[in-house]
């Protein structure tokens, strides 16, 4: 068994199947938008659904989600969001990360991933 937390928010925008969602709204907790950057603030993925302006669309906040890839990663990588809610590695300190890739693929790739929501911090050199 695999227990994950799903949780319905409103799509301020529309978005797409299995793409990294992040608060749209400073003010409001319970809406959600396509994230843009590594910066923004990440919350989790849509799943096999998406959603128009204004639908309610699950969101996997924990355990084991889907993303779809903007680029190539390994297993074990930190993940971060491109400029369309893709999944991409994350490689400078203080990118948000929605957790870490759970297999390895490439830009396009559906894959699943570890849930674990953060900033990245990387070693001194």
Do not use: H, W
């Amino acid at each position: 068994m695999i227990p994950t937390l799903i949780r319905s928010f409103e799509l301020s925008a529309a978005v797409l199947a299995y793409r990294i969602v992040a608060f749209s709204d400073a003010a409001n907790s319970a809406v959600v938008a396509t994230a843009d950057a590594a910066t923004d603030p990440l919350l989790g993925t849509t799943g096999k659904l998406g959603g128009d302006t204004g639908d309610m669309g699950d969101v996997t906040l924990s355990g084991l989600g889907d993303v779809q890839l903007g680029g190539a990663v390994s297993a074990g990588d930190p993940l971060t969001s491109d400029a369309e809610g893709k999944a991409i590695e994350a490689t400078v300190a203080g990118q948000r990360i929605i957790g870490f890739a759970a297999a390895p693929g490439v830009e396009d790739d559906i894959i699943p991933y570890l849930c674990a929501p953060g900033v990245l911090a990387l070693p001194e050199a």
